[in-house]
């Protein structure tokens, strides 16, 4: 639980950071939240809830495996821990010259990073994730390769939607979506050896009881 709230954190502190410069582009995923708030009314913060939700039911179906209580969590506590960032006011800001471009892409390595960390530690995949990387299971295709596929056509549904484009939009994708799968493969099998070590220590443990 401790590294997926610290996965959920690097994440959001990502995220925080690619807002401060939204002037250059913002997620693919909220291309298509803004247009639909744009079409059909309601909050942004409503149908990032609304999508989750109906790819958890997707996922539910696909493999039930990456839906847990993290799941949910996620959920929830990404907007809450993207607010606490952007209220302290710490992070870089936008200077409107070269030194943002720095700045979302700094942001979209923390997204990546985190992204992979969280999903590794295995209390549950985002519902975007977990959406994600059910198709990469059923398919067999590489987790990057998905993410890039799932993100460019949600990307062209928000496009007609009207959501928002700019140039880092698709920028985003490319950059993210190979991170996320090297940082989750290999934090993976960091969660693995600590389960091996706990699960050894405690048939130590025991049999020095016994």
Same mark, same amino acid.
């Given at each position: 639980?401790?590294? *997926?709230?610290?996965?959920?954190?690097?994440? #959001?502190?990502?995220?925080?950071?690619?807002?401060?410069?939204?002037?250059?582009?913002?997620?693919?995923?909220?291309?298509?939240?803004? +247009?639909?708030?744009?079409? !059909? +009314?309601?909050?942004? +913060?409503?149908?990032?809830?609304?999508?989750? /939700?109906?790819?958890?039911?997707?996922?539910?179906?696909?493999?039930?495996? *990456?839906?847990? %209580?993290? @799941? !949910?969590?996620?959920?929830?506590?990404?907007?809450?821990?993207?607010?606490?960032?952007?209220?302290?006011?710490?992070?870089?800001?936008?200077?409107?010259?070269?030194?943002?471009?720095?700045?979302?892409?700094?942001?979209?390595?923390?997204?990546?990073?985190?992204?992979?960390?969280?999903?590794?530690?295995?209390?549950?995949?985002?519902?975007?994730?977990?959406?994600?990387?059910?198709?990469?299971?059923?398919?067999?295709?590489?987790?990057?390769?998905?993410?890039?596929?799932?993100? @460019? /056509?949600?990307?062209?549904?928000?496009?007609? /939607? +009207?959501?928002?484009? &700019?140039?880092? @939009? !698709?920028? &985003? @994708?490319?950059?993210? #979506?190979?991170? !996320?799968?090297?940082? *989750? %493969?290999n934090l993976l099998k960091v969660v693995e050896r600590v389960r091996d070590y706990q699960m050894n220590h405690r048939i130590d443990h025991t049999k020095q009881s016994l």
């Amino acid at each position: 639980m401790l590294f *997926y709230i610290c996965g959920l954190l690097i994440f #959001s502190m990502g995220e925080a950071t690619t807002i401060n410069v939204q002037h250059l582009g913002v997620h693919p995923w909220d291309v298509l939240h803004v +247009g639909m708030y744009e079409k !059909f +009314g309601l909050t942004l +913060g409503t149908w990032t809830v609304i999508v989750g /939700l109906v790819l958890i039911g997707v996922s539910l179906i696909l493999d039930r495996r *990456y839906v847990q %209580l993290g @799941t !949910f969590l996620n959920l929830f506590l990404v907007g809450m821990f993207v607010d606490f960032f952007l209220w302290l006011d710490l992070l870089p800001t936008a200077q409107h010259n070269g030194l943002d471009i720095l700045t979302i892409v700094f942001g979209i390595v923390l997204m990546g990073f985190g992204g992979g960390m969280y999903n590794a530690a295995g209390v549950g995949s985002g519902p975007r994730d977990g959406f994600m990387l059910s198709i990469s299971d059923k398919t067999g295709m590489s987790i990057g390769k998905v993410r890039i596929i799932i993100e @460019t /056509l949600i990307l062209l549904i928000g496009l007609l /939607l +009207g959501g928002p484009i &700019f140039i880092f @939009t !698709f920028i &985003f @994708t490319f950059i993210q #979506s190979p991170l !996320f799968q090297v940082s *989750y %493969l290999n934090l993976l099998k960091v969660v693995e050896r600590v389960r091996d070590y706990q699960m050894n220590h405690r048939i130590d443990h025991t049999k020095q009881s016994l």
